[in-house]
């Protein structure tokens, strides 16, 4: 097995709509993906030890790499905003003795160890990505049923997954919703298929949007919360997009911590916390590219949250108060002076 | 592929400062606004054409966005472009046609000027186009001149311009020339106690309406006409005009929007009080009486857009005589066209009701702007009369 | 164009630097690039809010005595502490005579509540922030009311509520929770998507409305002495909207600053504009400089968007554009800048060095703390070494200080503005 790190950038909005590739042999960013709202830069391929495969961080000379090989497919990528990049490992599976890790192929490798190693009764699954992984159950329960002596045929091919049952033309359900703009329900749809006769209902919430990037509204956001498991903000934004576009989560943030403790998804200083864990989780991918307008983001963002809302001088419950702001007015009352102040302000 | 001149969007941070001055989503709550309308939605509609909206029709292009925000972001230009894509689908409408056609429907009408100021004064008619045409019934147009200020200026004022060894080229624009001849002659006066002769090239609408109703390909066609035209001959002289909204597209917009080349004229076109200001700098000031006259000064979106306000306001501030009160700075809501429109009327008047109110506040004897179409949303619904800078600078000279 | 005073940047330091200009008769124009950070801030200003251990500080005069020696590179120990002093009661008493009066604790700072239900320490706050009846609301633990306004999208009284009571000033004072709504405003005449703090301050400007908020106010608020809403209650005369609705509820009303646009904060921004053109000032909005133009050791003219082949030209400029928010400052892949000049700026040329690896780090980030290198005159250092002379630098396009960490931007905003004014007033007199 090789770990290998891949780094990534996601730029500001789609600077195109069909994916571009590049026609050499693998290497580094040489792809670039369209993605919802926007477009991916991908990918590098970096072998790395065991040891490290938790603490990834994406060094600046990826950076440099992605933009300078993105730049050579569409040149827009240099101007445009950055908005984060991120990194992830492949569990590479070399089962040819290839030594490289670009070389290895990013296919599915389902092995019998009874044929390979002898070993009766085990099967290991590998490679692959997210996007095959219904492929990698099937290949894996196939398998296994084969030697079980189950003769059913799978049918997860056959299955759509929650929201595309029935297609449904974005025409007909725009007309549906007078009021709300074409861009609300057009995102709806595109993230929720056929979810969207639950979510978009004549109801206020839907007038109401939180996320102003993405274009999630209050709705949306409640029945996340209520009918898709979401237990955090960082569950919430993968299943809505909230805090995903230019802004980070700047405005969209603190209004979702505050519908989830309304919706009942955490108690009030419980949501608080979340929003800390969400800001520092978005945190991580803004960094490795902040300069320009992704630093101004990031400097506003830090001025709303620390410097108005004082997040990180959240008294924390259990503890002793013991800071001094507290003593500010007590001080005063012993102070002398005081009712003289007080005379002079009234 | 876009291009990176309209990536603008790119720069917001989000802040929600142009929302704030957004004139038109505090009159109406059919407005997104101008953040939601502008840098948000592109996103989208870049990513799915489709998912255009039809709100956007409600933007005045009044650009006070534009001035609020921190990031530079063109978001008024954004809304502008995407009102275009959406009104190649619903591309006839006949009001929009011939409202956003001044110079071909001004012409015509002042060969008949006295019919059709009797025929669009009727209430019959105003019903018609009430109802079929969608101009509400209570606007009241402005009237059209018997002549047209070129003709006044080929058979009375352009033998006295030779005697005048500086010259300027004088862009009057559709409303001096068919609505409006005394404008023209004040400004010919002042340039002429300046010191300047002033010459005329052919010009055709400078295309400020034609943009504003989606009408690009025409615009463009009007642009170059007026591009080469100012070019040919005298090629040194300033061109000023006396409309703020010509002079913007002149400068501006023939070039960020329409994407055609003006460097040749760009430079050279001023707005009337800009050129008279730095005259005035300069020390070439002429003689002028005291007036005596209490006026208010309404600062036009378009005009503070270009940073003009402060020139008018130093010329204005030169005239002996004239206490000005100038008002806070608001949109009267007309926006050229868009006020003349059934479905924005109560909008356009919403928009203006800050304005009519500081002007009522003031109690001047005159109100004075330097944009025409403000001047009738403001000669609609309030009791004063509205002066231009230039008409103020030619009272001002004819005192005795 | 002929200034005796060019200012580049409306916000807070431009503003202070302008109103004292105006007032001494010069010919002062600011140009403003777009609307400032007063937009999003806390309304309150700053002095010093926290020593280098992030601990809150009591007295930020006695704690600076101590600081400008230790630290001489921070804008305070430029300015000295009397004149900090000064242009503290300069800017209040001009904003005081636009109807906006800033209270402070004598010498001590005080607090506001956040959003998020914690508390910042700062200097001057407006009425319905603090006064003497808010610390005695406080300290006697009078019942406490937090509304909403419902609907209302940036705010979430739980929140606050939750974390107040965790101080130990609060948990002995009884909080309720409640909404205020005027339904028909809701339904029929707002537009959802735009339905922000501006949005509810103008339904309470307007004045057929008040008696019905009052009432919605005195229902949902209980048997509570104290009520504390969201700030939105009125931008431009907010303090009688303000003693209406305390007259007609019988109850003290506090305000909480909330996701921008910040009402409180916009009031202090229209007050100073006032201020400043009544005295005379030229405001240009909607006009950008371009480029300015350095010869030798002076700026010859600045180029702006709109003025074409006509320079402006001043006797003196001031530099106020702020941080990168602002775009006074613009940060490239590894490289950070001053667009306008290019002058020397203070910084780290590798770009992992700019933050740290936390967002809410306790160290902050450093990127905050960048700026222009300027000489204890405030005159900046062209990128050849050499320094302009008529060209000053004030406020957060300064190096050397954190404006959040230290919770000192609005006192260094002040403070650089108006002693970048003293200077030009003083090289102008002696002409």
């Avoid at chain 2, 921190?70 to 011939?98: C, G, M, T």
């Avoid at chain 2, 208010?296 to 979106?301: E, K, T, V």
Wanted: proline share 4%.
């Amino acid at each position: 097995m090789f770990p290998s790190k891949g780094s990534m950038l996601i730029i500001d909005y789609r600077i195109n709509n069909v994916v571009v590739n590049r026609c050499r042999p693998p290497a580094d960013g040489d792809i670039i993906v369209p993605g919802d709202t926007v477009s991916l830069i991908g990918t590098t391929s970096k072998e790395i030890s065991y040891d490290r495969i938790n603490e990834l961080t994406v060094d600046d000379e990826e950076i440099e790499v992605l933009l300078r090989d993105g730049e050579m497919l569409i040149p827009n990528v240099r101007h445009t905003r950055a908005l984060r990049a991120y990194c992830g490992v492949r569990p590479l599976l070399a089962v040819t003795g290839e030594t490289q890790g670009r070389n290895i192929s990013r296919g599915i490798a389902l092995l019998d160890h009874h044929e390979r190693d002898g070993l009766d009764g085990m099967i290991t699954i590998a490679g692959g990505k997210l996007m095959t992984y219904r492929l990698m159950a099937e290949k894996t329960a196939d398998l296994a049923c084969e030697k079980l002596g189950v003769k059913k045929e799978c049918s997860t091919h056959l299955i759509p997954l929650p929201g595309s049952e029935k297609k449904i033309s974005r025409k007909s359900r725009i007309k549906d919703f007078t009021g709300i703009p074409d861009s609300v329900v057009g995102s709806t749809l595109y993230r929720h298929g056929q979810r969207l006769h639950s979510i978009m209902t004549r109801d206020k919430k839907n007038y109401r949007v939180i996320c102003e990037c993405e274009m999630v509204t209050e709705g949306e956001i409640e029945y996340a919360i209520k009918k898709l498991e979401v237990k955090d903000l960082v569950d919430l934004r993968r299943r809505t997009r909230i805090g995903m576009g230019p802004c980070q989560g700047e405005l969209c943030a603190y209004r979702a911590s505050g519908l989830l403790q309304e919706f009942g998804g955490a108690a009030p200083d419980e949501s608080v916390e979340l929003l800390k864990d969400f800001l520092e989780e978005r945190w991580k991918g803004m960094k490795p590219v902040l300069w320009g307008d992704g630093l101004r983001e990031a400097e506003f963002t830090y001025w709303i949250y620390q410097g108005l809302f004082g997040i990180s001088h959240m008294k924390d419950g259990k503890k002793k108060d013991n800071t001094k702001i507290d003593n500010i007015t007590e001080e005063n009352t012993n102070n002398k002076d005081n009712k003289k102040i007080k005379r002079k302000l009234k | 592929m876009i291009k990176i001149e309209n990536i603008s969007f790119d720069h917001c941070i989000k802040c929600t400062v142009c929302s704030m001055y957004c004139p038109v989503s505090q009159a109406t709550h059919l407005f997104p606004g101008p953040k939601a309308s502008g840098p948000d939605a592109e996103r989208l509609r870049i990513k799915n054409p489709e998912l255009v909206d039809s709100s956007l029709k409600f933007c005045t292009n009044c650009k006070r966005c534009e001035i609020a925000c921190p990031s530079d972001v063109k978001i008024a230009e954004i809304i502008q472009n995407a009102k275009w894509n959406y009104l190649k689908i619903h591309w006839f409408r006949p009001r929009d046609f011939f409202m956003s056609r001044t110079d071909l429907v001004g012409g015509m009408a002042t060969l008949f000027s006295t019919i059709v100021n009797f025929i669009i004064g009727l209430a019959i008619v105003r019903v018609f186009m009430h109802v079929f045409l969608k101009i509400p019934y209570r606007t009241v147009f402005p009237a059209y001149e018997k002549t047209t200020f070129r003709r006044i200026f080929k058979k009375e004022l352009r033998w006295s311009q030779s005697e005048f060894s500086k010259k300027i080229i004088y862009f009057h624009g559709c409303y001096v020339n068919y609505n409006n001849n005394r404008l023209g002659r004040e400004f010919v006066k002042v340039m002429n106690a300046l010191g300047y002769g002033v010459e005329m090239k052919k010009e055709k609408c400078c295309g400020v309406p034609l943009i504003a109703n989606g009408y690009i390909e025409k615009a463009k066609k009007n642009a170059l006409y007026n591009i080469s035209s100012l070019q040919k001959g005298n090629n040194e002289s300033k061109i000023v005009a006396t409309s703020s909204s010509c002079t913007f597209a002149l400068k501006n917009e023939y070039s960020s929007f329409l994407e055609l080349d003006n460097s040749g004229i760009a430079d050279r076109v001023e707005f009337a009080t800009k050129f008279i200001y730095n005259e005035f700098l300069s020390g070439n000031i002429p003689k002028m009486k005291p007036l005596g006259i209490r006026a208010a000064y309404h600062s036009p979106c378009h005009l503070e857009r270009m940073g003009g306000v402060m020139y008018t306001l130093g010329v204005l501030k030169n005239i002996p005589g004239l206490e000005l009160i100038v008002l806070n700075s608001e949109c009267c809501g007309i926006a050229g066209t868009y006020g003349f429109k059934k479905e924005n009327y109560d909008i356009s008047l919403s928009v203006g009701k800050n304005l009519f109110t500081l002007i009522d506040k003031a109690v001047p004897e005159f109100v004075i702007t330097d944009c025409e179409t403000c001047k009738m949303q403001i000669e609609m619904n309030t009791k004063y009369k509205v002066l231009h800078p230039v008409t103020v600078i030619a009272m001002a000279l004819d005192r005795k | 164009m002929i200034y005796d005073c060019l200012i580049i940047g409306g916000g807070l330091a431009g503003l202070t630097c302008g109103i004292k200009c105006a007032s001494h008769g010069l010919h002062t124009a600011i140009i403003s690039g777009g609307m400032n950070s007063l937009h999003f801030s806390s309304g309150s200003i700053d002095i010093a809010g926290y020593d280098t251990k992030g601990e809150v500080i009591k007295k930020p005069f006695d704690y600076l005595k101590t600081m400008v020696k230790e630290n001489t590179g921070h804008p305070y120990a430029k300015t000295g502490i009397p004149g900090i002093r000064g242009s503290i009661s300069f800017i209040t008493e001009k904003l005081s005579q636009e109807g906006i009066n800033l209270n402070s604790n004598n010498d001590f700072n005080h607090f506001h509540i956040t959003t998020l239900g914690s508390l910042k320490p700062t200097y001057l706050s407006q009425e319905s922030v603090f006064s003497a009846r808010v610390t005695d609301i406080v300290d006697s633990h009078e019942k406490l009311a937090i509304l909403n306004f419902k609907g209302f999208r940036d705010y979430y009284p739980e929140q606050t509520a939750a974390n107040l009571k965790k101080n130990r000033l609060f948990k002995d004072t009884e909080i309720i929770l409640g909404n205020i709504s005027l339904p028909y405003y809701m339904n029929t005449e707002k537009n959802l998507h735009e339905f922000r703090s501006i949005d509810i301050a103008r339904i309470f400007e307007t004045e057929r409305y008040l008696p019905r908020i009052a009432e919605e106010i005195k229902k949902a608020s209980g048997g509570a002495t104290a009520v504390s809403l969201p700030a939105f209650i009125g931008v431009n005369n907010y303090k009688a909207i303000r003693k209406k609705l305390e007259d007609m509820t019988g109850k003290f009303i506090y305000e909480i600053p909330t996701l921008p646009p910040s009402i409180l904060g916009l009031r202090l921004d229209h007050a100073l504009k006032n201020s400043f053109i009544n005295l005379g000032g030229e405001y240009i909005a909607g006009e950008r400089v371009v480029s300015g133009s350095v010869k030798k050791d002076q700026v010859e003219f600045l180029t702006t968007r709109n003025s074409g082949n006509i320079p402006v030209t001043s006797k003196f400029y001031v530099l106020t554009t702020g941080s990168f928010f602002s775009g006074g400052l613009s940060a490239g892949f590894d490289t950070i800048s001053e667009p306008l000049f290019g002058l020397k700026v203070k910084s780290d040329n590798k770009r992992s060095k700019w933050y740290n690896s936390t967002f809410f780090d306790k160290k902050s980030h450093p990127f905050l703390g960048f700026g222009v290198e300027t000489d204890n005159r405030f005159n900046p250092v062209s990128e050849n070494g050499k320094t302009i002379k008529n060209l000053f630098c004030a406020g957060s396009v300064l190096s050397g200080y954190n404006p959040v960490s230290e919770g000192c931007g609005g006192g260094v905003a002040v403070a650089t503005g108006f002693r970048c004014a003293e200077r030009i007033i003083k090289e102008i007199k002696n002409d």
